[in-house]
């Protein structure tokens, strides 16, 4: 296959899935979104948590929330689970690589904030125990996943299953979610300046 033909396939696979995507998750990121603005509204907070590209997904979508993504309004809090390399190396030391994000979900959540665990395969272990620990704790979990949600859809509240087996196709259509419910989040705290200057 030549460099042009599989950038055109790529195009093609990623428009056909976005299609599917809409067609079949529009209903469960509105639902998602008016979870999240009314989290935010009573006090909660929003943490992501996930592995590899989706731990960069996780962080990409917790910075929306605290800096900005549209407008310039209030900081809304978020956090992602897979920054702090102190905490997530102790963890996996001392308790295993499958306790990194419950424990911090123990630490750091409380009923009223949400859980967001991403997982291309909907099987890692460390965000099933996440967002297994989180609904025992009666804390809201949302779970973004591929086709087949595996133990993640088990242990989620709400559930985005993105209608791909491709990796990639996920991962973009993850990110798509996460800016829409960033910018419904957004427009409900539209009018809640921030006290800190902006250039």
Do not use: Y
């Amino acid at each position: 296959m030549s460099p042009a033909d599989l950038i055109h396939d790529s195009f093609v696979d990623h428009a056909a899935t976005v299609a599917r995507f809409q067609e079949q998750c529009a209903g469960v990121i509105e639902a998602m979104a008016e979870r999240t603005i009314g989290c935010l509204r009573e006090g909660g907070k929003i943490c992501f948590f996930g592995n590899g590209g989706s731990a960069a997904d996780s962080q990409h979508l917790a910075t929306e929330f605290v800096v900005r993504f549209t407008h310039n309004r209030r900081g809304l809090p978020s956090l992602a689970f897979t920054t702090d390399t102190s905490v997530l190396t102790a963890c996996a030391n001392d308790f295993g690589f499958e306790a990194v994000f419950a424990r911090q979900v123990e630490a750091l959540c409380r009923p009223g904030d949400i859980v967001v665990g991403i997982s291309t395969s909907g099987s890692s272990a460390n965000v099933v125990r996440g967002l297994e620990f989180a609904r025992g704790e009666g804390i809201a979990t949302f779970a973004f996943t591929g086709e087949t949600p595996g133990a993640c859809g088990e242990h989620a509240d709400l559930l985005l299953a993105v209608p791909s087996p491709v990796t990639a196709r996920v991962q973009e259509c993850h990110l798509i979610a996460g800016h829409l419910i960033c910018e419904l989040s957004e427009r409900a705290f539209a009018g809640n300046a921030s006290s800190i200057s902006v250039s």
